[in-house]
């Protein structure tokens, strides 16, 4: 579904990601692991064209998006959950939701995946028109998702979904997260948590300074010496 092949970016003096190769296949959930300032952020930058990529490709779906405007992304299916949550606090938990489908005109199909979000999330129902920035950061990253699944993804991409969240909270996160899944949804997770992205991922890669070190399945990630000793704080 999504292929990255020889991926350079540079912010001025910084090369940012120096010669990244990845995939994402159709149905499954791929994560990227590593430590701040890793790259993890500026991947999904390039992908979503928000970075300009120095060298290298990037195809979804057999087509080449190198380069193309983020508008271009969006209405091709890639969207993007991003760090922080980025939701409209001055706006209510559904009109958050509702913008979400800004580009569909399936009106009954938007309805349909409003009432599954409201399945997903009973909390965001609960509080459908509450002000966005009053909400807590737990439900205001259950927004971001809901937003981010109303355009009807092809593939949903999620940077730090976790960050500064309480560990129950971050538990049920990754629940939606497998549970979106299991509903048939392609996902690229990044995440600092990496025992918990691990868990959730068919497959992983770990990042380092822009470069990729270790790739394999997340169960075997998650046993690897060398990723519990960075990550999982395996100091054996």
């Known amino acids: 579904m999504l292929k990255i092949n020889d991926l350079h970016v540079h912010y001025g003096g910084i090369h940012a990601l120096n010669g990244i190769t990845l995939e994402v296949p159709e149905n499954k959930i791929v994560t990227l692991i590593g430590a701040n300032g890793a790259g993890k952020s500026s991947t999904l930058k390039s992908i979503m064209g ?8 990037i195809q979804f779906n057999g087509e080449e998006i190198t ?8 209405s091709q299916g890639l969207i993007l959950v991003p760090e922080g949550r980025r939701i409209f606090s001055n706006l ?22 409003l009432n599954w979000v409201y399945e997903l999330f009973p909390r965001l129902k609960e509080r459908l028109w509450q002000m966005a920035g009053t909400l807590s950061g737990g439900e205001q990253q259950m927004l971001a998702v809901g937003r981010a699944l109303m355009s009807k993804p092809k593939l949903l991409m999620m940077d730090e979904p976790s960050l500064g969240l309480a560990p129950l909270i971050v538990k ?13 949804m392609t996902i690229l997770l990044i995440e600092q948590n990496a025992k ?3 868990e959730a991922a068919d497959y ?7 470069i990729i070190t270790l790739e394999g399945p997340g169960k075997e990630l ?5 990723v519990q000793r960075a990550y999982l704080g395996d100091h054996k």
């Open 222 to 226: 998650l046993v690897n010496d060398q």
């Open 204 to 210: 992983g890669y770990v990042l380092e300074t822009g």
């Open 196 to 198: 918990a992205a691990l």
């Open 67 to 74: 380069g193309k405007p983020t508008t271009h992304m969006v």
């Open 92 to 113: 209510t938990v559904e009109e958050n939701l509702f913008l979400g489908s800004y580009l569909r005109k399936d009106k009954a199909e938007i309805n349909k995946d």
């Open 50 to 57: 928000l970075a300009k990529t120095s060298h290298g490709t």
């Open 172 to 184: 049920d996160i990754f629940n939606i997260i497998k549970e979106i899944h299991r509903k048939g």
